[in-house]
């Protein structure tokens, strides 16, 4: 038995793009992501901490992706190994209450489907730089963003090496020394006096 599961709709945006050479409108999003979208209502919603006063709280937890209001697609995911387990993954740019969200949904589940086994996280903000430097990782393509985010004229600041690392990387020494030697780089016309030392 085959089960059909459709989204809300899967009407293009007038003005999509998409930053993926293979997904040309949101009915090729929906082929790789459309089951999990119809879960998403089990899903967990986060924003920043500096977003939160934002947001009512059960606005937040209402929040839906709903294809036909993506603009912008900056990556997708799907994995299915049809034995054990599906994962899903998507970076989109929404229309939402006349402004633009950026949203980064993760979800995954056993081969028992979403209702046994599946979960998934949904998170929003409304600012780019937060999206482009707390969101997107390096498995993302950070430069692509970061450049349709320029094309989209947001001024952003292009993330770094340590804004790439890993989150659990942000606190150990080579991170801290790495963070140490950007500050000097960035300051060096401040610390000619000490030519002699190096950083």
Not at 35 to 51: C, G, I, K, N
Not at 137 to 143: E, Y
């Amino acid at each position: 038995v085959i089960l059909l599961l459709m989204t809300d709709s899967v009407a293009t945006h007038p003005a999509f793009r998409s930053a993926v050479s293979t997904i040309n409108n949101t009915e090729d999003i929906d082929d790789l992501v459309g089951s999990a979208l119809v879960y998403q209502h089990m899903f967990d919603r986060r924003t920043s901490p500096w977003e939160m006063q934002n947001w009512d709280y059960d606005e937040l937890q209402k929040f839906k992706v709903k294809l036909n209001r993506v603009d912008r697609l900056y990556y997708i995911y799907h994995y299915d190994d049809e034995i054990s387990s599906r994962s899903y993954e998507i970076l989109v740019r929404m229309d939402y209450k006349e402004e633009k969200l950026f949203v980064h949904l993760a979800a995954g589940c056993d081969f028992t489907g979403f209702d046994c086994q599946g979960g998934g996280e949904i998170y929003i903000t409304r600012n780019p730089n937060i999206f482009l430097k707390s969101v997107v990782g390096q498995n993302h393509n950070p430069s692509l963003i970061y450049n349709c985010l320029l094309e989209d004229g947001y001024r952003v600041e292009e993330p770094t090496q340590f804004d790439l690392s890993p989150r659990k990387m942000w606190n150990s020494v080579p991170a801290l020394r790495f963070l140490t030697h950007q500050a000097i780089h960035k300051h060096q016309e401040h610390l000619n006096h000490y030519p002699e030392v190096l950083p």
